[in-house]
């Protein structure tokens, strides 16, 4: 709840930089949120957010990831003509976040896919892993008109980045995010990098981890990261930064926010609060896979 009240003084804050079409879009946002939280189904909007799975095939074995079998298959690819269906089916959705179990720039449709979300006026965003991007699919990014892109990046620290991360190379991510850097200045472009970081138990032993993770995007003119915990912290064995160790994870926090001051680059942390059954996503935030299924969340 406090998250929605937050998001209710953040809207009052800036709403002179609005258009009035953006804050009405807020405005609808804040309240999904609001009756997803009282749970009252009947009271709840159609989602304005959608997941969507460009590709169910991945070029990483990544150790935090449930998936392992890159099998391709005639559903591997989200379609144009299927996603033309899609959305045409939800006039109703407003932003799409081309992300799941797989890796989006294996879909060789994947620009093709946001020009057509953007000629529907959609907002859109990128979930990658960062190591298929180069001059070409860059440019192809660039042209569709993609508002966000999130690069997935758990350390700073090369050996345990390429141990986590099995069959990508720290240097190769460096290089790319630095390219698309540079050509989204070039090219006059409007499209915001992120870095997203799952919190592991290793790095949250160990904050160098993040250091040298804030580090990196200074070096690669990154100025945001986001931080997120697993969806499952139990699984990962962090269940006690919500009990016991939660003034240490606080503490970390406030160390790595201050260090991303000092290198100008704004770092978003997770509440530290956690109870069973408040996870809104089922309500606001749907997935589809590149098959066509229809799932709670991701």
Request: aromatic letters at 8%.
């Amino acid at each position: 709840m406090k998250y929605i009240i937050k998001g209710l003084k953040n809207l009052v804050k800036i709403k002179k930089q609005l258009t009035q079409k953006q804050g009405i879009l807020l405005s609808r946002m804040l309240g999904n949120y609001f009756f997803a939280f009282l749970k009252i189904s009947e009271n709840v909007p159609l989602p304005l957010e959608f997941q969507i799975e460009p590709s169910a095939v991945c070029n990483l074995r990544c150790q935090a990831c449930s998936f392992k079998d890159s099998k391709k298959t005639d559903n591997s690819f989200l379609s144009k003509e299927n996603f033309i269906k899609l959305i045409g089916e939800m006039a109703f959705i407003k932003t799409i976040n081309f992300t799941g179990i797989g890796e989006s720039l294996l879909n060789k449709n994947l620009s093709g896919l946001i020009k057509i979300a953007k000629n529907k006026k959609i907002q859109t965003l990128l979930i990658t892993n960062g190591q298929l991007l180069n001059k070409k699919t860059v440019e192809d990014l660039l042209k569709s008109g993609l508002d966000k892109i999130s690069i997935s990046v758990e350390s700073g620290k090369v050996d345990y980045y390429e141990k986590i991360r099995m069959g990508a190379k720290f240097e190769i991510l460096k290089n790319n995010i630095i390219l698309l850097e540079k050509a989204i200045k070039k090219n006059n472009s409007n499209l915001q990098v992120i870095i997203n970081a799952m919190l592991l138990p290793e790095t949250l032993k160990d904050i160098s981890h993040l250091v040298k993770l804030i580090d990196l995007a200074s070096l690669c003119k990154v100025n945001l990261i986001t931080m997120q915990f697993p969806h499952n912290i139990h699984d990962f064995g962090i269940q006690n930064y919500f009990g016991k160790d939660k003034e240490k994870l606080r503490k970390t926090f406030n160390i790595l926010k201050h260090y991303g001051e000092e290198k100008k680059i704004a770092v978003n942390f997770p509440s530290v609060n956690y109870k069973k059954g408040q996870c809104y996503y089922p309500w606001i935030y749907p997935q589809i896979t590149s098959s066509g299924e229809l799932l709670p969340a991701v």
